[in-house]
């Protein structure tokens, strides 16, 4: 494959920003037909190579060719022009438009004044079936699922004829059947002439669907491999830089009184339609609970309405005894609930606030923090210091302001503040999405020690390894309810698959 | 003194006041829904509107024309929407304050040129202003006709450019361009939109209208340039944009209401309540605010409204 002239050659890519050399000198080459998967710790620059490459960062530095040709990218628009799409770690879609909207905004092919809506249907229709991409053209995006909102973007970049195609993360909130489902659309890609760059942080898929792999740190290229030639623990250690452990220990504990307390909760979701139907658990002292189950199966709405931000129909949910009351997150930092959301720049995190202010967003009238009203800095900057530190949260100081941070440093920022207050409860939703194996593995250990320490955790995941790493018992929820439960021992990942596709047993 | 009130002539009169009181608001809204659909919202509203008004009335008192008066206040308001572009969209500040910035300048310098020609007359000056057209066979459907379709040719103008705004919006390229920039304007740049670019024109399209709708109330309305004259019809079309979920069709409904209940609170003083006319002036502001609160806690904004969008920064 080396022979063939490269459909992309980026020659040292240097990028600045304010404070952190994101890229540099990097080269990176893009072979026609293959799919090169981009590895890297958070923030080793994956994004910003790709967004210098998509036109969207400009580089303080390096050439870029295309199918041989010098060009310049200095917009989306000229990158499109060449043939090259993106679909970005955070979907770029208009939720209260319509699927076809969405994907012929400002395309190429769309002569004319009016919008032809029935034309771009017949194309884009025809591209599902090439593809394998179903969608209902005429669904407003807000009702779609993730892994429909992802075809729409990947339709949307093969409408505008691509035939290089970066996917930052794609895999990141996507089942394990529509990761599959994802995959049979990469092949038949490929298997039509196009070139990917696919970033993820599973190794295992990275190992599965690419044919080389190109892994990154600290802005540099630090390997290559071909995906042949390589296996995951190899892979961990070149981005990581140090042995990876790939299961963890976890200790057998004695569980302690019963903390959490949920019964028969139900909760509506925003289309006004019951999520989650009458669901009782009770989580004790020293005892990781996980809730497994392809999401939209009214995971976020459970979460949320114990993370009093959702108001629920019925039910109580309680924390040793005392009851919480309905949309009273104030009441949840009071009782000891660590809350780590599903999703970090919504819920978790102010992005336009610095990562000190992030940090103490939730006691900051703590007596610790301030005096009469008026905050101590002194004390809150020793304290953010030694978060950072503790969390290694790649950043240049505690004044950099949150949105500047790497995916998987935003969420470290988030659970440095839930867990510095030693939370009784901890309520972990999907908390390893879109990280590194290395902070993978230290979220998960931080986990199991707080666990050990004595809390009551509570975690939801799509990540089967994650649920059976860390859980002393499995519960499933399918389509608002439990679905069956079983303890980490006696659960077979073949039952808790099936209950997850909501066949009992 | 009720009785009065179901007359054919108060009917066709109030039909009439309606028409013409909702027309400078459809301008006005339809100015605005255009400009917030985009992502900005332009408070400049209020002044554009007076300097449309001023320049309309200069402009015909100068040259006879009164067509032409209209046009210029048209550019006009172009140009304060191109000063707005470039606070709000170009240099990326507070959409609030450029847009009352706008406001306070546009006001002010309206007072500055109409003193600058015309000193502080005792008397006026005014211009022979629009007459009012009848529609054939239309205007003689009995009791409607002779108050919906005997109006000024800016009023039906304003009509014909409530659907012809809808179409532009929903049915074609630059519409769908406009919502996508309003709503995210991330997406619209990585498909290639360029958001700011549209973000003006959509700014400069809305001055436009605003300056027409002042110019309606110096050139037909009335017949002259008082420094009242806009008198806030501005703020009420803002509140218009709201109670019509940024929907063209909805947003000219609202301005009709508007029109009707000002049109109304004049009828009734005419017929000699006596209560100060100050509480009748009231009504249709006091009925906006009741009608808000109701209607807005349903609406969907455009998520983009209020925010600058630069590059560099991460999107989502
Ligand atoms: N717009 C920006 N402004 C300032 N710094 C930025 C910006 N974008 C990225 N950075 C910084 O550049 C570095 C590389 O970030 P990048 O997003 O490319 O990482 P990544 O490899 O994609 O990580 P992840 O796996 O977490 O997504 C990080 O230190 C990040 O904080
Ligand atoms: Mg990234």
Known sequence: ?505 | MIRQIFEISFITGLLGATMRMATPIIFATLGEIITERAGVLNLGIEGTMLMGAMTGFLVTMSTGSLWFGVLMAAVVGMLLALLMAFLAVYLGLSQHVSGLGITLFGTGLAMFIYRLHFGSPTVPPTVQPFKEVAIPLLSKIPILGEGIFVQYSLTYISWIMIPVVAILLYKTHIGLKIRVVGENPFAADTVGVNVNLTRTLSLVAGGAFMGVGGAFLTLAHQNMFLIDVVGGRGWVSIAMVIFGNWDPLKGALGALLFGFLDGFQLRLQALGFHIPFHLFLMIPYLLTIIALISVSRRAVIPAGLLKPYRREEKGG
């Open chain 1, 1 to 505: 494959m080396e022979e063939k002239t490269p459909v992309v050659e980026m020659r040292s890519i240097r990028k600045e920003f304010l404070d952190v050399v994101a890229n540099k000198d990097i080269d990176f080459k893009l072979y026609p037909g293959e799919v090169c998967a981009l590895l890297g710790e958070n923030g080793a620059g994956k994004t910003t190579l790709m967004n210098i490459l998509f036109g969207y960062y400009a580089n303080d530095g390096g050439e870029i060719f295309i199918r041989g040709e010098k060009v310049e990218l200095s917009s989306p628009k000229d990158a499109i022009l060449k043939g090259i799409g993106m679909i970005h770690q955070h979907f770029t879609l208009v939720p209260s438009q319509t699927v076809l909207e969405n994907i012929i905004i400002g395309a190429e092919s769309e002569k004319g004044f009016f919008l032809d809506l029935n034309r771009a249907r017949e194309r884009v229709l025809e591209l599902e079936d090439r593809f394998g991409l179903k969608v209902d053209p005429d669904a407003k995006v807000w009702t779609l699922s993730v892994g429909e909102q992802q075809r729409v973007e990947i339709l949307k970049a093969l409408y505008r004829e691509v035939d290089i195609l970066i996917m930052d993360e794609p895999t990141a909130v996507l089942a394990p059947k529509e990761v599959e489902d994802l995959f049979s659309t990469l092949k038949s890609l490929v298997a039509s002439g196009k070139s990917i760059v696919f970033i993820s942080h599973k190794l295992h898929e990275v190992i599965e669907i690419s044919d080389r792999i190109v892994v990154l740190r600290n802005g540099e290229v630090v390997a290559e491999r071909k995906t042949k030639d390589t296996n995951t623990k190899e892979l961990a250690n070149l981005m990581v830089g140090r042995e990876v452990l790939e299961r963890l220990k976890k200790k057998k504990a004695k569980v302690g009184e019963p903390v959490l307390r949920v019964e028969g909760l139900t909760v509506l979701n925003d289309k006004g339609l019951e999520a989650v139907k009458g669901i009782s658990l009770t989580v004790h002292e020293r005892e990781v609970v996980g809730i497994a189950g392809v999401s939209g199966n009214g995971q976020t709405e459970l979460v949320e309405a114990i993370f009093g931000i959702r108001d629920y129909v019925s039910g109580t949910i309680s924390v040793r005894e005392r009851s919480l009351k309905m949309g009273k997150p104030a009441e949840r930092v009071e009782v000891g609930i660590g809350r780590i959301p599903e999703d970090r720049i919504e819920t978790g995190l102010l992005m336009d606030l610095t990562i000190k202010e992030n940090l103490i967003l939730e006691n900051h009238t703590s007596p610790e923090f301030s005096r009469n009203g008026l905050l101590n800095h002194a004390r809150i900057n020793d304290f953010s210091d030694r978060l950072i530190r503790e969390f290694s949260i790649k950043a240049s100081g505690r004044e950099t302001i949150t949105k500047s941070l790497s995916g998987g440093n935003l969420q470290k920022v988030i659970l440095a503040r839930e867990l510095s207050g030693k939370p009784g409860v901890i309520i972990a939703s999907q908390p390893t999405r879109g990280l590194d194996v290395g902070a993978m593995e230290y979220i998960h250990n931080k986990i199991l020690e707080e666990k050990d320490r004595g809390a009551a955790v509570l975690l939801i995941s799509e990540d089967l390894d994650e649920i059976f790493d860390l859980s002393d018992r499995i519960i499933v929820m399918y389509e608002g309810r439990l679905m069956g439960e079983a303890s980490a021992e006696s659960a077979s990942r073949e039952k808790i698959g099936l209950w997850m596709s909501g066949v009992a047993k």
